[in-house]
Structure formats: structure tokens, C-alpha cells
């Protein structure tokens, strides 16, 4: 869906680390690896129930930007997304 987007139509992707078809770490370093240079280095925050130090150091090997734990606290969460935009 973000490779078929048109570019700057997403301008941070929150991303969840298990998901039915490609988890959260797979799909991250394939938006890393895009082509297209602009739409590579989206922001890309984890947010995930996996909140462990090693959890989040997977995150940030995976290519994504930052990692919020489950569940959601909107006092680490929007703090967090106005780093990116």
C-alpha cells in the first residue's frame, strides 16, 4: 500500500510488529530498501506489545526511526511523532 501511494502521502508510518502476512521488522527493511529515496526514509515508530530493550533494538536494526510499547501511552506516543514531522 505505501510503495503503490503517491509520494509525501504518508508522512510517518506506525508500524506493528506482528502482523498475518509480513511482521513488522520484514516490512520495515523493505521500505528501507525502496528505490525511490524519499519514500525509503519515512519515519517509521514501532509500536508494539514486544517492549523489551532487545524488542527495541530489533526495531531500530529493522531500519525503523523509534519504538512505543503497548499499550499506548498518548504522553510517550505524540512526543515521539513530533520528533519525525
Do not use: C, W
Not at 3 to 19: F, P, T
Not at 45 to 54: I, K, L, P, Q
Not at 55 to 68: C, E, P, Q, Y
Request: charged fraction near 25%; avoid cysteine; charge should be positive.
Amino acid at each position: 500500500m505505501f510503495n503503490k501511494a503517491k509520494l509525501n502521502y504518508y508522512s510517518l508510518i506506525l508500524m506493528d510488529i506482528q502482523m498475518s502476512i509480513m511482521n513488522g521488522y520484514k516490512a520495515s527493511r523493505r521500505i528501507r530498501d525502496l528505490k525511490d529515496g524519499n519514500k525509503s526514509q519515512i519515519p517509521i515508530v514501532a509500536m508494539t506489545a514486544n517492549a523489551f530493550e532487545e524488542d527495541k533494538k530489533m526495531a531500530l536494526a529493522s531500519g525503523m526511526n523509534d519504538h512505543v510499547a503497548k499499550p499506548i501511552d498518548m504522553n510517550v506516543l505524540l512526543p515521539t511523532i513530533m520528533k519525525y514531522m
